[in-house]
């Protein structure tokens, strides 16, 4: 049963166009929602995160959607760079717990086209 | 960068053959994580631990066991490699809440292995 879903397995923009990466999610108990960039060859790298009360979050090029009622939540990524084309994975997690086990999607190949 | 250290990097072993990873960080984070990497699923949790030798399963972790005697080191052992372990392992840590952690944990170089 996969709690963290990602339905697009990849995603090719233009450069300077929007980006828009989505995540669906079955346990209502996530509190906190995180989006993960990872290179070839690399670790993953944390990115942006979102807590379940708030609907919106913003960091420079990087904003987060939440829609708990519809529980889903997307990455907008404006103006999308070259710099950008990695693969980027959805996790959710019950920070209020024991132990902050993050639960990840799939993830999402994007390709930034110049 | 989070002082975290993985080691191997690479090792290719046999099937039968026992494999121990290493996760060693520099960051005194309480919590430590093995996940691994496959195509089509994403990151799984294998095992994690919550404390020096508090140690609890994760989705997938059949065929794999752990230990942490010291704060900074979290050991993977396959103890029988088989070649659906083939994958990329991922160490990652991070601080409870209670130590004035957020939800974000951070990872290490990943160790690519291969079972022939």
């Known amino acids: 049963d996969q709690q963290v879903k990602q339905n697009s397995p990849s995603l090719s923009v233009q450069e300077g166009r929007i980006s828009i990466l989505n995540c669906d999610y079955t346990?209502?108990?996530?509190?906190?929602f995180l989006w993960y960039k990872k290179y070839p060859a690399e670790g993953p790298t944390f990115l942006i995160s979102?807590?379940?009360?708030?609907d919106k979050n913003e960091d420079g090029r990087f904003t987060v959607f939440l829609n708990k009622s519809a529980k889903h939540l997307s990455l907008h990524i404006v103006p999308s760079q070259p710099g950008d084309s990695a693969v980027y994975f959805c996790?959710?997690?019950?920070?209020?717990?024991?132990?902050?086990?993050?639960?990840f999607g799939t993830g999402t190949l994007l390709a930034v086209q110049p | 960068d989070a002082g975290i250290t993985q080691s191997p990097r690479h090792k290719v072993t046999e099937t039968g053959t026992p494999v121990t990873l290493r996760c060693h960080q520099t960051?005194?984070?309480?919590?430590m994580y093995w996940y691994r990497q496959d195509p089509g699923h994403g990151l799984r949790l294998i095992h994690y631990?919550?404390?020096?030798?508090?140690?609890d399963k994760g989705e997938v972790s059949d065929g794999y066991s752990v230990s942490r005697s010291k704060t900074e080191d979290f050991l993977l052992t396959l103890e029988s490699a088989t070649s659906s372990q083939t994958s990329v392992y991922f160490c990652?840590?991070?601080?409870?809440?209670?130590?004035?952690?957020?939800?974000?944990?951070?990872f290490g170089q990943g160790t690519r292995l291969t079972v022939v």
């Open positions: 346990n209502s108990m996530f509190d906190y």
């Open positions: 631990s919550y404390g020096v030798k508090d140690t």
């Open positions: 960051e005194n984070h309480r919590y």
């Open positions: 996790a959710a997690s019950n920070f209020g717990g024991a132990t902050n086990k993050l639960i």
């Open positions: 979102i807590s379940s009360i708030k």
């Open positions: 990652a840590i991070s601080e409870p809440l209670s130590r004035g952690g957020g939800p974000e944990a951070f």
